[in-house]
């Protein structure tokens, strides 16, 4: 079992950044991938990056540039977001993939407005 748990949301202002974490605890060295996605109310989840126990990383068009997935020893995630627009705004969720399971985290709430 993984245990997630997301922080660092909150308001920003259009063209400010923002730094979120993803917490893992439980069985960690079972993770092989973590994942950001995130969605707005009445959308589909959208994935937004991921990256490997290896340190591979890889973000969607939308966010490449302006987003930086990393992770450390202990599978904790982080999302670095800067020059963040009102169509960032949205739930983001981390997600721990192992080699049977897909586990998730309650989100944690980014808000972008002037």
């Known amino acids: 079992q993984v245990q997630l748990v997301e922080s660092g949301g909150g308001l920003v202002q259009p063209g400010g950044s923002l730094k979120l974490t993803c917490a893992a605890s439980?069985?960690?060295?079972?993770?092989?991938?973590m994942n950001w996605y995130r969605q707005t109310p009445g959308k589909e989840r959208e994935w937004v990056a991921r990256?490997?126990?290896?340190?591979?990383a890889e973000e969607a068009d939308s966010v490449k540039g302006r987003f930086g997935i990393s992770i450390d020893s202990t599978r904790n995630t982080f999302l670095r977001m800067n020059n963040l627009n009102v169509e960032d705004a949205a739930r983001y969720y981390c997600n721990a993939e192992t080699s049977d399971m897909i586990y998730w985290g309650n989100g944690t709430l980014v808000t972008v407005s002037s």
């Open positions: 439980g069985d960690i060295f079972s993770i092989n991938t």
């Open positions: 990256i490997s126990k290896f340190g591979r």
